[in-house]
Nanobody
Framework: VQLQASGGGLVRAGGSLRLSCAAT?????????AEWYRQAPGKQRELVGS??????????IAIDSLKDRFAISGDTDRKTVYLQMNNLRPEDTANYFC??????????????WGQGTLVTVSS
């Protein structure tokens, strides 16, 4: 299984980006739950939020200052999760990572990490 994070880039303050985290590598694959993290230069990695892909697909943003601007969602096929980021600020500049608990018939449910995708917000 591979977790592929994408969608990062350079954006001006006030702009929006949507990051994707896709699970691939098996014909039948399900994301049970996923988290988004970010790590700014010189800072520790922090949890941005999480989503469960059960029947109600509940998501939570872990950082209070992001709750009105960021949202996590998932595809109905449960293979991809998204991080929608609106009204971006320079302090949101960071490498964004996803992790997920992924089910495949071959391996059962296993935790995986994706590579980061860099978000740079200019003032």
């Amino acid at each position: 299984v591979q977790l592929q994070a994408s969608g990062g880039g350079l954006v001006r303050a006030g702009g929006s980006l949507r990051l994707s985290c896709a699970a691939t590598g098996h014909a039948f694959i399900i994301i049970n739950s996923a988290e988004w993290y970010r790590q700014a230069p010189g800072k520790q990695r922090e949890l941005v939020g999480s989503i469960t892909s059960g029947g109600n697909g509940r998501s939570t943003i872990a950082i209070d200052s992001l709750k009105d601007r960021f949202a996590i969602s998932g595809d109905t096929d449960r293979k991809t999760v998204y991080l929608q980021m609106n009204n971006l600020r320079p302090e949101d500049t960071a490498n964004y990572f996803c992790s997920a608990n992924v089910y495949t018939a071959a391996r059962g449910s296993v935790d995986y990490w994706g590579q980061g995708t860099l978000v740079t917000v200019s003032s």
